[in-house]
T-cell receptor, first 113, second 112 residues
Framework: NAGVMQNPRHLVRRRGQEARLRCSPM?????VYWYRQLPEEGLKFMVY????????ESGMPKERFSAEFPKEGPSILRIQQVVRGDSAAYFC???????????FGSGTRLTVV | KQEVTQIPAALSVPEGENLVLNCSFT??????LQWFRQDPGKGLTSLLL?????REQTSGRLNASLDKSSGRSTLYIAASQPGDSATYLC???????????FGTGTLLAVQP
């Protein structure tokens, strides 16, 4: 079991470009969560998805950010028209159900220049 | 609104010491509590998960306890080693939301 796979590990984007972050959950896990860790800050919840459904997006900025978890393929966190303030580490986690522990991926470190 | 606080924020100990990290949360209606470690520039590694019906969990030199009524959890590390140096995070979930609320973290340095 390869664990939660995130790619790319590092991503550099110029202001105004789009960033796409991918997350493949552990085998058998149908719940996916995205968290963001800003420099010198703690981890903050962004969005919770199950296959083809967004369950809770209360932590997502209202503009420019979107997430999906299609029937086939990885979950995608998409940031349009990136700004410097989007520079952070983005972590994906998965769980087999909502009432069991989470496994985190290694994260994608986004740098906006 | 759930708030999770960890004390101390930073801790430096000599190798071999036993130590305790503290985590407190304001809303006792939690479902699970999970302890993680994060190495610099890396992801999170799950250490221990305590489900709501449990009071403690043990793994090797680590022991975590949970007291929901007082809103506290402790992580006990026995015979600390330099390899234990990392940031330790506790996080709680509520059944209705499934999302983790993270604490502020404790930065641990174990000196050889």
């Amino acid at each position: 079991n390869a664990g939660v796979m995130q790619n790319p590990r590092h991503l550099v984007r110029r202001r105004g470009q789009e960033a796409r972050l991918r997350c493949s959950p552990m085998k058998g896990h149908s719940h996916v969560y995205w968290y963001r860790q800003l420099p010198e800050e703690g981890l903050k919840f962004m969005v919770y998805l199950q296959k083809e459904n967004i369950i809770d997006e209360s932590g997502m900025p209202k503009e420019r950010f979107s997430a999906e978890f299609p029937k086939e393929g990885p979950s995608i966190l998409r940031i349009q028209q990136v700004v410097r303030g989007d520079s952070a580490a983005y972590f994906c986690a998965s769980s087999p159900s909502g009432d069991y522990g989470y496994t985190f991926g290694s994260g994608t470190r986004l740098t906006v220049v | 609104k759930q708030e999770v606080t960890q004390i101390p924020a930073a801790l430096s100990v000599p190798e071999g010491e036993n130590l305790v990290l503290n985590c407190s949360f304001t809303d006792s209606a939690i479902y699970n509590l999970q302890w993680f470690r994060q190495d610099p520039g890396k992801g999170l590694t799950s250490l221990l998960l305590i489900q709501s019906s449990q009071r403690e969990q043990t793994s090797g030199r680590l022991n975590a306890s949970l007291d929901k009524s007082s809103g506290r959890s402790t992580l006990y590390i026995a015979a600390s080693q330099p390899g234990d140096s990392a940031t330790y995070l506790c996080a709680v979930t509520r059944r209705a939301t499934n999302k983790l609320i993270f604490g502020t973290g404790t930065l641990l340095a174990v000196q050889p």
